[in-house]
């Protein structure tokens, strides 16, 4: 079994700053890309940032130089710096992680339980 688990999160006033991590667990070989999406009720759930286990990353253009995702392999952790934090960017943000169980060849995408990041104007 694999597991994420998210956490960070809350509200924050327009303009200031928030930080989300999210560490995996269990029985993982591998770990692939580590990415952050986010979801506001009634819309389809979009990519955030990603990061490869090399340390290339890439963002959607709405949170282009406001956020800044890392991870830290070792420890299998996958963070995300959030600053000069607007409104639209309140939903609910969900940690993915494509993993190599250690009990199989191929790989599985794993979802966090998500969590709650309001900005408030």
């Known amino acids: 079994q694999v597991q994420l688990a998210e956490s960070g999160g809350g509200l924050v006033q327009a303009g200031g700053s928030l930080g989300l991590s999210c560490v995996a667990s269990?029985?993982?070989?591998?770990?692939?890309?580590m990415t952050w999406y986010r979801q506001v009720p009634g819309k389809q759930r979009e990519l955030v940032a990603s990061?490869?286990?090399?340390?290339?990353?890439n963002y959607a253009d709405s949170v282009e130089g406001r956020f800044t995702i890392s991870r830290d392999n070792a420890k299998k952790t996958v963070d995300l710096a959030m600053n000069s934090l607007r409104p639209e960017d309140t939903a609910v943000y969900y940690c993915n992680a494509v993993v190599q169980p250690t009990y199989s060849s191929v790989t599985f995408s794993y979802w966090g339980q998500g969590t709650q990041v309001t900005v408030s104007s």
């Open positions: 990061i490869t286990s090399g340390g290339g990353t």
């Open positions: 269990g029985s993982i070989r591998r770990i692939d890309a």
